[in-house]
């Protein structure tokens, strides 16, 4: 069965985070593990948040839509975690408790004015494109200082730390050097522009938590490890 797949997946991530925390000196306790659920239904993401997932996270504006109608979400916080155009935005400021995924200035301050004209505050991470690559979207770490003391004088944006998805990975622990440099810059920000109030690194996927965690992770996104391969023929 597949929903008694999903929960005994997520069993056995729980261990294999907990067996990555130790290595950085923390615990299970200290990592959220987000359910990256594109391309999963509704009543997947459901089997998830009844087998304890800490969250969701959805890539596409579409089938976030499609899957809040159905109640996909209910019991768990809902976050966004892909790349979200500018005109987008209104579908999901205020419907996400967070936005993974904010990857540029004009995306940045589009939250703002919808945040305010809605009378809420939005809580966001801003996205590092760590690697420098051309085909991928984030602020480039020379960029996100900038990024970062624009995003601490606005009034309905709340900006909780960084998110990142290195350069696909050849080899195992090929990542390490990446997910090292978004820790730094983390720490480095953090301190001298956010008081040290940042709470969250997004960095981790099915194929390399554990090294994301080691480095310092501490919110990984995780899909095909807790729902199965996605079925990209459907
Ligand atoms: C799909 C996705 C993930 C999860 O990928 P898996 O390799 O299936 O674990 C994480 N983050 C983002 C932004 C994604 O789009």
């Known amino acids: 069965m597949v929903f008694t797949s999903i929960a005994e997946n997520i069993q056995r991530l729980r261990r294999e985070i907990d067996d990555a925390a130790r290595e950085s000196g923390r615990g299970g306790w200290d990592i959220l593990l987000v359910g990256a ?11 998830a948040i009844a087998a304890g997932i800490d969250a969701l996270g959805e890539n596409r504006v579409q089938e976030m839509t499609a899957k809040l109608a159905q109640n996909a979400y209910a019991g768990a916080p809902l976050h966004f975690i892909g790349h979200l155009q500018r005109n987008k935005a209104r579908q999901v400021v205020g419907t996400v408790s967070l936005i993974h995924s904010v990857d540029s200035t004009p995306l940045l301050l589009e939250i703002e004015r919808l945040a305010a004209l809605r009378g809420i505050r939005q809580d966001v991470l801003l996205e590092v494109n760590v690697g420098g690559e051309v085909s991928k979207s ?25 998110m990142s998805v290195p350069p696909p990975a050849r080899r195992q622990h090929q990542n390490r050097p990446y997910f090292e440099k978004v820790y730094s810059l ?7 522009i956010y008081d040290n109030k940042w709470e969250y690194i997004s960095m981790g996927m099915s194929d390399d938590f554990a090294d994301a965690i080691a480095c310092g992770s501490n919110m990984v996104r995780i899909g095909t490890a807790v729902f199965g391969k996605r079925n990209y023929m459907k």
């Open 186 to 192: 983390f720490v480095d920000i953090n301190k001298k």
């Open 37 to 47: 659920s594109k391309m999963n239904d509704a009543a997947a993401c459901q089997a």
């Open 138 to 162: 984030g602020f480039s770490p020379s960029e996100l200082y900038g990024a970062a003391e624009l995003t601490a004088s606005l009034q309905h944006v709340r900006c909780l730390g960084l």
